[in-house]
């Protein structure tokens, strides 16, 4: 156990719950960096509301917890003291610390019309008049900021994390925070990842994207991002590449918000109506788009547009139209309430001129979808179904990873992944490299998207916005205990590798040479048409009727055709450069991959037409050789008419012709055994034939 860690006993609870209890709060881990009862019992200046509910024997929220996690009763934890100093970069290249967690509640002003919860508001939030019992009983929230890093409740106690933002503080400071370094770190090489996380309408949208008025993290980032691009390139030793793509995640479909052109883009009404679902088939929903592992990138998502970006207008211009495109519904907490998770990918190359080498790194921010109770509408019942599962991966991915690190065993940490890419296996790997715990991040979309960061590929920031209402109390816990996980959750990450892009000599040498002959090979047949067409050389030319003619005039159908063969060069290329990419770079894993994703009943399905055609070859194989060795005796020399008694002409005919249709049949079936040996032979390749495959020659 981490010195810095007691397990608290349980000891049992009384009481009744109006806290709907989540699956995680089982994991004693969730609270490990909560103080229980450290803070001073809230004045009695408190309300009538709060002083009935302030005994801690009363506490609805405690007795939930405390009847699943031990660790509410701990009146002892020491409180592991969130120390972004632990998140340090050692040796320049390789960083080392957690998960760094922030809470931004969201204010007071934009839920209620009273006090806020801050730090230039009291100790304790004042009490204000409660509206339904005339003002003659107060209310006040439950929800206290008395420092920089900590959130206390008055039931369950202190929550500590990097940084507790006050209510009233901008986005510009939550950017200083949080995104600005992960973008010097970006610079530097690092991936970073963002993410938004919190109950629906609790202000993550705001806070990462921000309105009219104020600015989010995404275009200050963005902003950031270009102005040290474009000094750094200044004295001209740097090139730098910007691309950026944009998906989400709908109903647990991934879709490309950038897929469709800029002016069609622009086109779309800019104010989505209660749900805008943008662009695409009649459905209103572009093509679904599929991951697949990728030794570069940990996870790629196939077909995903990129664009390329010369400045942060650009780039943002990118976005606007994204967001025009993403799912956007109305409900119970938020009238513009995002019913996907959104992330926006920025990937930076910085190419060193000198020394021709190069190095990627992606920046992704992430605005996910709020969790949320059950709604009456249909539609966004089905939204939110989908959006709570995803979360709740994402919780027991992060419960998982900080229980690794705060096991008694030893820590976790997570390191970046080698060079076939991330954690694919979705297994954690201890500093020791001895895999333990399985982790689900296939379980849902956003984990399997967010695999490589959080398997140690990745620098990670998470912006927790929570509600201090007293009516969102549930939600608020449950995004705090998700962020104390979070916390606990070790980094070990690496820059990523420099590329040489064979920019020394004998590289040079090579890849002028290979271009040469692809230029020389282009030119011959282009001097082959110029000859053909050319008139003073007394060459021919194509007629319509597809014979060469002597020369003439023009033949309008040479031009035709020399159109037609520059398409299908054109094509040509394209074909062999997806073979490239998709074919020949297929390994086997990823063939079973994608035939893993083909639905199981299809599989069986074949697996079960194949096997019957196998016993009906061996059928006709036995029935043709009793055919045969019946023929056989009846055609021998000594047989005489007597002796075929019962065997007549009639049937000597008839066996023949069965024997000539067999031929056909043996044939036709073996035809389809190839076919089946072809779908099959990957996967019998890589499982070491689970499939029995009858070898062709065995059926003739
Ligand atoms: N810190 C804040 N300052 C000012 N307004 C805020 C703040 N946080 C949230 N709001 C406002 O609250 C409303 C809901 O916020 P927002 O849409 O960002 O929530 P969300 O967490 O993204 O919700 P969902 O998960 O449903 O998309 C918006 O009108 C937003 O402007």
């Known amino acids: 156990m981490s010195p810095s860690l007691r397990r608290p006993s349980t000891r049992s609870s009384s009481g009744s719950s109006n806290i709907p209890q989540s699956p995680s709060v089982r994991s004693t881990s969730s609270f490990s960096n909560v103080r229980k009862n450290s803070i001073r019992n809230a004045s009695n200046s408190g309300s009538q509301s709060v002083s009935a509910s302030s005994t801690r024997s009363s506490s609805p929220l ?77 209310i006040r929230d439950p929800w206290f900021i008395t420092n920089d890093k ?55 949208t705001f806070t990462m994207s921000g309105n009219e008025h104020e600015l989010g993290l995404i275009p200050l980032s963005v902003s950031y991002l270009f ?35 800029l002016e069609e883009s622009i086109s779309r009404p800019s104010t989505p109506s209660r749900l805008y679902m943008g662009k695409g088939n009649s459905n209103g929903l572009s093509a679904e788009l599929k991951i697949r592992d990728d030794t570069q990138y940990g996870v790629k998502v196939i077909g995903l547009t990129e664009r390329r970006c010369e400045s942060s207008e650009e780039l943002l211009r990118w976005i606007a139209i994204g967001d025009k495109s993403r799912k956007i519904g109305e409900t119970d907490y938020n009238a513009r309430s995002s019913r996907s998770h959104a992330i926006v990918l920025i990937r930076l190359t910085s190419t060193d001129l000198n020394s021709g080498t190069s190095r990627s790194s992606t920046l992704s921010l992430c605005d996910l979808a709020g969790s949320e109770r059950a709604t009456g509408q249909q539609e966004r019942r089905k939204e939110g179904s989908f959006i709570n599962k995803s979360l709740l991966a994402l919780g027991t991915v992060i419960s998982k990873l900080s229980a690794d690190k705060i096991n008694p065993t030893g820590p976790n940490i ?22 333990n715990n399985h982790i689900p991040y296939r379980d849902s979309k956003l984990t399997r998207l967010l695999q490589p960061a959080l398997s140690g590929d990745s620098i990670v920031t998470t912006i927790c916005t929570v509600d201090t209402r007293n009516d969102a109390a549930a939600e608020t816990i449950n995004t705090l205990r998700f962020a104390s996980r979070a916390k606990n959750v070790a980094l070990h990450v690496s820059k990523k590798s420099i590329i040489n892009n064979g920019n020394n000599d004998g590289d040079k040498d090579r890849t002028i040479e290979m271009l040469r002959r692809q230029l020389e090979d282009q030119r011959r047949p282009i001097s082959d048409l110029k000859g053909r067409s050319s ?5 021919s030319h194509f007629s319509s009727d597809g014979n060469i003619k002597s020369n003439g005039a023009v033949d309008p159908n040479l031009a035709l055709m020399r159109a037609e063969n520059r398409i299908l060069k054109y094509k040509l290329e394209n074909c062999e450069k997806l073979l490239d990419k998709d074919v020949v770079d297929l390994q086997d894993s990823e063939i079973i991959e994608i035939v893993e994703m083909l639905p199981f009943e299809v599989g069986t399905l074949l697996e079960t037409k194949f096997q019957g055609l196998e016993s009906q070859i061996r059928q006709y194989r036995k029935y043709t050789q009793k055919l045969e ?29 069965m024997l000539e249709r067999k031929d056909k049949m043996i044939e036709a079936l073996q035809s389809a055994k190839r076919l089946r040996d072809r779908a099959l032979k990957p996967l019998t390749n890589a499982h070491q034939t689970s499939h029995p495959i009858v070898r062709n020659d065995k059926l003739t």
């Open 629 to 657: 060795d019946k023929i056989m005796t009846l055609e021998k020399p000594g047989h005489t008419a007597t002796s075929l008694t019962g065997c007549g002409d009639t049937e000597v005919t008839e066996l023949r012709k």
């Open 414 to 435: 997570l390191t970046t992944p080698t060079s076939t890419g991330s954690n694919s296996t979705g297994t954690a790997t201890s500093n020791n490299n001895i895999p």
């Open 150 to 204: 900590t959130i206390i409740h008055e039931e369950i106690g202190e929550f500590e994390f990097d940084h507790v933002f006050a209510s009233h503080c901008t986005n510009l400071e939550v950017y200083e925070r949080t995104s600005k370094p992960m973008i010097d770190k970006l610079l530097v090489g690092f991936n970073a990842t963002i993410f938004a996380y919190g109950m629906t309408g609790s202000g993550k």
């Open 62 to 138: 405690r007795s939930v917890s405390a009847k699943s996690d031990p660790f509410l009763h701990s009146g002892k934890i020491r409180v592991r003291r969130s120390n972004s100093t632990n998140n340090c970069l050692r040796k320049n290249d390789i960083y080392t610390g957690s998960i760094t967690v922030t809470i931004r509640p969201k204010p007071r002003s934009t839920v209620a019309s009273h006090d806020s919860v801050g730090l230039k508001s009291p100790r304790y939030s004042q009490p204000r008049p409660n509206p339904q019992s005339g003002g003659n009983t107060f």
């Open 535 to 539: 008139p003073g050389e007394g060459s």
């Open 227 to 261: 102005s040290n691009v474009m000094e750094l390139s200044m004295n001209g030793d740097k090139k730098f590449d910007v691309i950026i793509s944009y998906l989400e995640i709908y109903n647990e479909r991934i879709y490309d918000l950038l897929e469709s052109g």
